[in-house]
């Protein structure tokens, strides 16, 4: 009898969990700090969170900044001042669905649309008429293809790009090797809400911190400005929605690696090599054959998946190399 009672409760936890809500952590000062220096602009009726800060004087020159999955912007935060000393504008956004800005549910997130919200951002700034360099990491990176794309089509709306500079992004998904926890909530169908129901501080910072290196993992205070970034308009619970990039991926592998090969714009990856999600040497060696006019920083071999944070100096550094180059 006490263990079948056991085996119900044992069964009733998760099924309690789904339903329960728990509150977002409260954001910590420096996670405060960045959201009010922020404003919010409007698509479609959803609030945009983006910064923009104006730097160097003389110089004319805008950076806009593209962060990975399943963080945000404040991905950029070790490397925003050393840009603002460079360029005139440094602009960075909060996609849909991530950090601050909203996250509808249920909603068809997708690249395309991402890409459509970087475009109103900068009409919204009043740069549809200046080129931009435009910063890119991880599922940035994606984004990054697509308004390429846009560019060398002349779509209408399009941006004015300068430069594009990569970084530790699935470029070629046959050197893209997602985590178990993102092949699970892709394809989890009915078993998708119930992981993220369940996923808290502990289970996020040890998935994430697995994408780190060893030496330069985040500390516990930023795993938790991420993690509240995540829960911040329940962002957890939109996740498998968001994490359809990877199928769009390889759906549309042809126009965005095709962007690529065919630009004349400079080009530029900065690159991690301890990165287990696109490893080395397989993915660099590919990057090379592929984009062979493209230059490349390899940074430390300890670096991985997130350089911008794990070294900001050697990123910081390689990214200036570049944009010095033309």
Same mark, same amino acid.
């Given at each position: 009898?006490?263990?079948?009672?056991?085996?119900?409760?044992?069964?009733?936890?998760?099924?309690?969990?789904?339903?329960?809500?728990? &509150?977002? &952590?409260?954001?910590?000062?420096?996670?405060? #700090?960045?959201? #009010? #220096?922020?404003?919010?602009?409007?698509?479609?009726?959803?609030?945009?969170?983006?910064?923009?800060?104006?730097?160097?004087?003389?110089?004319?020159? +805008?950076?806009?900044?593209? =962060? *990975?999955?399943?963080?945000?912007?404040?991905?950029?935060?070790?490397?925003?001042?050393?840009?603002?000393?460079?360029? $005139?504008?440094?602009?960075?956004?909060?996609?849909?669905?991530? *950090?601050?800005?909203?996250? @509808?549910?249920?909603?068809?997130?997708?690249?395309?649309?991402?890409?459509?919200? +970087? !475009?109103?951002?900068?009409? =919204?700034?009043?740069?549809? =008429? %200046?080129?931009?360099?435009?910063?890119?990491?991880?599922?940035?990176?994606? +984004?990054?293809?697509?308004? /390429?794309?846009?560019?060398?089509?002349?779509?209408?709306?399009?941006?004015?790009?300068?430069?594009?500079?990569? #970084?530790?992004?699935?470029?070629? @998904? !046959?050197?893209?090797?997602?985590?178990?926890? %993102?092949?699970?909530?892709?394809?989890?169908?009915?078993?998708?809400?119930?992981?993220?129901?369940?996923?808290?501080?502990?289970?996020?910072?040890? *998935?994430?911190?697995?994408?780190?290196? &060893?030496?330069? %993992? @985040?500390? %516990?205070?930023?795993?938790?400005?991420?993690?509240?970034?995540?829960?911040?308009?329940?962002?957890? /619970? +939109?996740?498998?929605?968001?994490?359809?990039?990877?199928?769009?991926?390889?759906?549309?592998?042809?126009?965005?690696?095709?962007?690529?090969?065919?630009?004349?714009?400079?080009?530029?990856?900065?690159?991690? @090599?301890?990165?287990?999600?696109?490893?080395?040497?397989?993915?660099?060696?590919?990057?090379?054959?592929?984009?062979?006019?493209?230059?490349?920083?390899?940074?430390?071999?300890?670096?991985? $998946?997130?350089?911008?944070?794990?070294?900001?100096? *050697?990123?910081?550094?390689?990214?200036?190399?570049?944009?010095?180059?033309?």
């Amino acid at each position: 009898m006490k263990e079948w009672w056991l085996q119900v409760g044992l069964l009733g936890v998760p099924l309690l969990a789904v339903y329960l809500h728990l &509150p977002p &952590p409260q954001p910590s000062p420096a996670l405060r #700090s960045w959201k #009010s #220096s922020g404003s919010f602009f409007t698509y479609k009726d959803l609030n945009i969170f983006y910064r923009d800060s104006s730097g160097a004087v003389g110089s004319s020159d +805008v950076v806009v900044l593209l =962060h *990975g999955f399943p963080t945000s912007s404040y991905d950029w935060s070790k490397i925003w001042e050393g840009l603002t000393q460079r360029f $005139h504008r440094v602009i960075a956004l909060d996609f849909l669905g991530f *950090g601050f800005s909203d996250k @509808p549910r249920p909603h068809g997130y997708s690249i395309f649309e991402q890409a459509t919200i +970087v !475009e109103g951002l900068l009409r =919204h700034l009043g740069l549809r =008429h %200046q080129r931009i360099n435009l910063l890119s990491h991880d599922y940035g990176d994606t +984004v990054a293809q697509e308004l /390429l794309h846009r560019y060398e089509h002349n779509k209408t709306g399009s941006i004015l790009i300068n430069s594009l500079c990569l #970084s530790n992004g699935g470029i070629f @998904p !046959e050197t893209h090797y997602p985590r178990l926890i %993102q092949k699970l909530l892709k394809d989890g169908g009915l078993l998708s809400p119930i992981i993220l129901r369940l996923m808290n501080f502990f289970f996020f910072s040890g *998935g994430l911190g697995a994408v780190f290196g &060893p030496y330069t %993992q @985040p500390s %516990q205070a930023e795993f938790w400005d991420m993690w509240t970034a995540v829960r911040n308009n329940d962002g957890n /619970l +939109v996740m498998d929605s968001v994490l359809q990039y990877i199928n769009q991926r390889k759906k549309h592998r042809e126009r965005w690696v095709g962007a690529l090969m065919s630009t004349s714009v400079p080009l530029h990856l900065i690159y991690g @090599p301890l990165d287990p999600v696109n490893p080395h040497p397989e993915f660099l060696q590919l990057y090379r054959k592929v984009l062979p006019t493209s230059t490349v920083s390899v940074l430390d071999d300890h670096i991985s $998946h997130y350089p911008q944070l794990e070294d900001p100096t *050697g990123f910081l550094n390689a990214y200036l190399n570049f944009i010095n180059s033309f």
